[in-house]
T-cell receptor, first 114, second 113 residues
């Protein structure tokens, strides 16, 4: 069975400093992995996705994530945080391939201090 | 493309009332999903559909029903609303040809009092 664990429920950084949001996954097959962002009172927007191509995936707004099979990790990073990055971030793993279901992590709240 | 649209944006129901949350997508996606998101929590799958005429239960289906008569529409029906159904509801769609990336609607915020 597939599962995903976001290791931090809350991360606080200062504007201009690096961001690291940690995600570990468990999958019985080679999964697709996603990071979604949700700004307050908004829907979910895809940041980036890994689908068995390059292990370093670049997304929107300067975010990137690296798929590490040996560590079963898919951590999200950004070199320099911006105030507008403050949001909820979800790490997501694909479930059954014939239904397209996704398994969501519990979310990490990113706070960016001025 | 409008993507995934949901109506209404907000709704207040009294206990025992019923309502239908509407979801429409214009991307010709076969797969559609309904989630609920409780405060401070992740998303939980209520129902999903892999094509017109085909629906199946997700993680938390009790108190809800769905139908899928067309590719575009996937309405969610709440019967006999209860306070435990107070939540934000998201509809999403996807296609195998796009790596199962799900596209989300803006959500419906429902309060049952």
């Amino acid at each position: 069975a597939q599962s995903v664990t976001q290791l931090d429920s809350h991360v606080s950084v200062s504007e201009g400093t690096p961001v690291l949001l940690r995600c570990n996954y468990s999958s019985s097959y080679s999964p697709s992995l996603f990071w979604y962002v949700q700004h307050p009172n908004k829907g979910l927007q895809l940041l980036l996705k890994y689908t068995s191509a390059a292990t370093l995936v670049k997304g929107i707004n300067g975010f990137e994530a690296e798929f590490k099979k040996s560590e079963t990790s898919f951590h999200l990073t950004k070199p320099s945080a911006h105030m507008s990055d403050a949001a909820e971030y979800f790490c997501v793993v694909s479930g059954s391939s014939n239904t397209g279901k996704l398994i969501f992590g519990q979310g990490t709240t990113l706070q960016v201090k001025p | 493309n409008a993507g995934v649209t949901q109506t209404p944006k907000f709704r207040i129901l009294k206990i025992g009332q019923s309502m239908t949350l509407q979801c429409t997508q214009d991307m010709n996606h076969n797969y559609m999903y309904w989630y609920r998101q409780d405060p401070g929590m992740g998303l939980k799958l209520i129902y999903y559909s892999v094509g017109a005429g085909i629906t199946d239960k997700g993680e938390v289906p009790n108190g809800y029903n769905v139908s899928r008569s067309t590719t575009e529409d996937f309405p969610l029906r709440l019967e006999l609303a209860a306070p435990s159904q107070t939540s934000v509801y998201f509809c999403a769609s996807s296609s195998p040809g796009e790596g199962y990336e799900q596209y989300f609607g803006p959500g419906t915020r429902l309060t049952v009092t």
